[in-house]
C-alpha cells in the first residue's frame, strides 16, 4: 500500500516535470493513404486542365478527335481506381500497379507536355509528371518488413 503511494507520488513528479514544448510531432503518413493522395492530386489537376482546354474557345467545334474521346472515360475510370485500389488491395500488387500505372500516365503527360503551347498547359503537364514521379518512386520504396532470423 504504501509503494503504491511512493509509485503514484513518483509518476506525478515525472507529469509535472514534463514541459510541453511548440514543437509538433510529425507523424508517419501511411504510404498506402500517400499513393491514393497522389493519384486524386494528379485526378484533379487533369479535371483542372480539361475543364481550362474546354473554355478556352481555340476551337469553337465539339471535340471531333474519336481517340481522344474513345481514351478519355477509360483514363478517368483507371484513375479512380488507383485511388480505391491504392488503399484497399495487396500490397505487393498495389506496389507494382502504381508502379505500372504512373509510369503509362506519365507517358500521356509527356507527350501532353511536348504538345503544350500555353504557359498553363506546360505549368500543368510538370505538375503532371511530378505526381508521376512521386507514385512511382512511393511506390518503388515501400517499405519491406523486416523479419529477424534470430532464434
Known amino acids: 500500500m504504501v509503494e503504491d503511494k511512493e509509485k503514484q507520488e513518483a509518476e506525478k513528479v515525472k507529469e509535472e516535470e514534463k514541459v510541453i514544448t511548440d514543437r509538433l510531432v510529425d507523424p508517419k503518413i501511411n504510404i498506402r493513404i500517400l499513393l491514393a493522395a497522389f493519384w ?3 485526378f484533379l489537376l487533369w479535371t483542372f486542365g480539361d475543364m481550362v482546354a474546354l473554355l ?3 476551337n469553337p467545334d465539339p471535340v471531333s478527335n474519336d ?3 474513345f481514351l478519355a472515360a477509360p483514363l478517368a475510370i483507371i ?6 485500389f491504392s488503399l484497399i488491395g495487396k500490397p505487393k ?7 505500372i ?4 500516365f506519365l507517358l500521356f503527360n509527356i507527350g501532353y507536355l511536348s504538345e503544350a503551347v500555353d504557359g498553363w498547359e506546360y ?9 508521376n514521379v ?17 532464434m
Open 40 to 42: 486524386i492530386s494528379h
Open 56 to 58: 478556352q474557345h481555340k
Open 67 to 69: 481517340l481522344l474521346t
Open 79 to 84: 484513375q479512380t481506381f488507383m485511388i480505391v
Open 93 to 99: 500488387l498495389v506496389r507494382w500497379v502504381n508502379i
Open 101 to 104: 500505372m504512373a509510369i503509362v
Open 123 to 131: 505549368l500543368l503537364g510538370i505538375a503532371y509528371v511530378l505526381f
Open 134 to 150: 512521386l507514385m512511382i518512386w512511393t511506390a518503388w520504396m515501400w517499405p519491406k518488413l523486416e523479419v529477424s532470423t534470430k
